[in-house]
Every structure is written in structure tokens, then in C-alpha cells.
């Protein structure tokens, strides 16, 4: 069993940036795909960035091209999410998560993730 604990999210005005870690305990997701997801209220929780088991291949929404890099350290279990030029409508909450499948490529499907964290909220101002 992984458990995921995500942190860094707050309040931060428009222009900003900020990182997002997400530590695991219980078990090591090194060899397995990560991913950040995000849900605004009242809307449908997307994909904002991914990363396949070997950090070699990644994947960013259109939304946060250019913002947004995802990251991981295999050695203190942890993926980050740096975002920067931060804008209104990137406040959500944000998630992470790790993927099914063992040396698995990069996935976009949310119900490919067999683990979740508990979120973090990000508010970005205007």
C-alpha cells in the first residue's frame, strides 16, 4: 500500500509560482508512473502533468505548457509539480497520484491510477 501526501499548495497572486511535492510512504512508487491532477469546483478533475516510471517521457495539458515541470526524486520518494505565471484559473485543488502498471509509460486516464493523495488546495489570485 502507498500513501500519498501532497503539500506546498496556498494562496499566491496571479504571476506567482509555486511547488508542489507529493511524498509516499509505505512502499516505493519508483518504478511506476506519476501524475498531477486538478478539480476546480464544480468541474470534471483533469490531467495537468505526467511522467512515466523513468522520467524519461512526460506529458502537459495545453493549459500549463510552457508553466508547469513535473519532477521526481527516487531516492526520497517524492514528485513535485513546479508552476509558474501562475494564473486565476489554475486555483483547484490539486492531486497526486501513482499509476497501475509496474515500469509503466505514460498514462492520461485518470482510473489508470491505483493511488491518490488527499490534495492540496491552490488559490491564485487576481
Known amino acids: 500500500q502507498v500513501q500519498l501526501a501532497e503539500s506546498g499548495g496556498g494562496l499566491v497572486q496571479a504571476g506567482g509560482s509555486l511547488r508542489l511535492s507529493c511524498a509516499a510512504s509505505?512502499?516505493?512508487?519508483?518504478?511506476?508512473?506519476v501524475a498531477w491532477f486538478r478539480q476546480a469546483p464544480g468541474k470534471a478533475r483533469d490531467l495537468v502533468a505526467g511522467?512515466?516510471?523513468?522520467?524519461?517521457?512526460?506529458y502537459y495539458a495545453d493549459s500549463v505548457k510552457g508553466r508547469g515541470t513535473i519532477s521526481r526524486d527516487y531516492a526520497r520518494n517524492t514528485v513535485y509539480l513546479q508552476m509558474s505565471s501562475l494564473k486565476p484559473e489554475d486555483t483547484a485543488v490539486y492531486y497526486c497520484?501513482?499509476?497501475?502498471?509496474?515500469?509503466?509509460?505514460?498514462?492520461?486516464?485518470?482510473?489508470?491510477?491505483?493511488?491518490w493523495g488527499q490534495g492540496t488546495q491552490v488559490t491564485v489570485s487576481s
Open positions: 511522467l512515466n516510471w523513468s522520467g524519461g517521457d512526460t
Open positions: 497520484a501513482v499509476g497501475r502498471r509496474l515500469y509503466g509509460d505514460l498514462d492520461l486516464a485518470a482510473e489508470n491510477y491505483a493511488y
Open positions: 509505505g512502499r516505493s512508487f519508483s518504478r511506476y508512473p
